[in-house]
């Protein structure tokens, strides 16, 4: 048991499953504060909240360049901060509002069907012209078959999908390497 808690009190690896925990909170309280405003927390409502993932992310690069890296950060410790700050954050998220649209409040998906359903049938012309009638059906299909717990994979697979670019932005931004070696060669 010693040997697992000393493999997770490495800075690369404890800093940013911190920041993903707090990323998933504060994603978890976004999605509270849509409910509490009545409108439905999911879809495209629920968007907004990568903002917080790419804070959070540039964020945890700059505090492990600053206090871990004394003032390095490589390319390779941004990237491999930022994934595991957005899949941790997309991981506790994903769960949380599983747990609350399960125990809580269950009309939140019911309401979110419902939506989905009704934006599919607005553009039912469109879509019908560009996939087919058949496409359609098995496209509306779905979304009646959907179930809770795919909110949890949607939630990891659309961030890490989305985390793509800020994350390579983020990275290019904010490295900083020691180049004294190549002034000494010279």
């Known amino acids: 048991m010693n040997s697992i808690l000393q493999y997770f009190n490495k ?14 909170l504060l994603v978890f309280g976004f999605f509270l504060g849509l409910y509490f405003m009545n409108i439905v927390p999911l879809g495209n409502n629920k968007i907004l909240d990568f903002g917080i993932h790419v804070i959070m992310m540039a964020g945890a690069c700059w505090y492990y360049r600053k206090v871990i890296g004394k003032g390095f950060l490589h390319l ?3 990237l491999t901060i930022c994934y595991i700050v957005n ?3 997309s991981f506790i998220a994903g769960w949380l509002m599983y747990l609350f649209i399960t ?3 269950p009309t939140i998906f019911t309401r979110y069907l419902a939506e989905m359903a009704t934006l599919l049938e607005a553009g039912k012309v469109e879509l019908v012209k560009n996939i087919g009638e058949a496409e359609y059906a098995k496209m509306y299909a779905s979304i009646q078959e959907m179930d809770k717990s795919e909110i949890i994979t949607d939630e990891i697979s659309k961030k890490t999908v989305m985390a793509i670019i800020p994350i390579l932005i983020i ?4 490295r900083r390497q020691d180049h004294a070696f190549l002034r000494d060669r010279t």
């Open 11 to 24: 800075p690369m690896l404890k800093m940013p499953l911190v920041f993903g925990l707090a990323t998933g």
């Open 171 to 174: 990275s290019l931004l904010l």
């Open 87 to 89: 899949t941790v954050a």
């Open 103 to 105: 125990y809580v409040d």
């Open 76 to 78: 390779w410790e941004a």
